[in-house]
Every structure is written in C-alpha cells, then in structure tokens.
C-alpha cells in the first residue's frame, strides 16, 4: 500500500510537470529540476505515470504468467475471477464493442 501511494504521488507530480510546462523553458528552480531528474530516472527504469498504462501491463504479464503455467489464455471464471473479467474485456475491445478499442501497439 505504501508503493501503491508513492506512485500515486509521482504520477501528481508529474503530471503538475506534464501541465507546467510553457512554450519558452523560464529559469528553472532547483526544486523542479530535482523532480525533473527523479521523473526521468523512473522512466528509465520503465515507470509507468498513467495508472491505467499501468494496470494494462500489470494484467498482460499476469496473464503472461497464466500461458507459461497452463498452456493457454483459456482463463476459467472460477480459476481467476479478475483476470477472467480482463481478458473479456480485452476481447471485447478487439472486436470494438467496448467502449475503448484497444490501440495496435496492445494487440501486437
């Protein structure tokens, strides 16, 4: 619960950095360059700012994780019920009747 907060915290922070930036970069404060420093190291270690980035990939390794043990992406309701209920909904989208379609990078 703890990381769960701090990621919360970074992904404010940067989205304030996402949202402050001006077209002409002002003179920068040693605090945001600071933030601006952590930002990036996080990214290159393949932080994710958006949560629901997040949870796509969380959910994509987990059912990953389903295949190598099982042999298939057949996942049973009664096995997992919440890795059930994304893979539906991912099906859902590939066929376009959610309301989010899946982009070509996540069908891929």
């Not at 002002?26 to 933030?35: T, Y």
């Not at 796509?56 to 890795?83: I, M």
């Amino acid at each position: 619960q703890r990381l769960e907060y701090w990621q919360m915290s970074y992904h404010r922070r940067h989205q304030t950095l996402q949202a402050s930036r001006p077209s002409r970069p002002p003179a920068m404060s040693l605090l945001m360059f600071d933030r601006i420093i952590r930002c990036r190291r996080l990214e290159e270690i393949g932080f994710e700012f958006n949560r629901n980035t997040a949870r796509w990939y969380a959910k994509y390794y987990e059912l990953l994780q389903y295949r190598n043990d099982n042999g298939h992406v057949r996942v049973e309701e009664k096995e997992n019920l919440s890795l059930f209920r994304w893979v539906c909904t991912q099906r859902r989208r590939r066929k376009g009747v959610h309301a989010a379609k899946l982009s070509d990078t996540q069908i891929k």
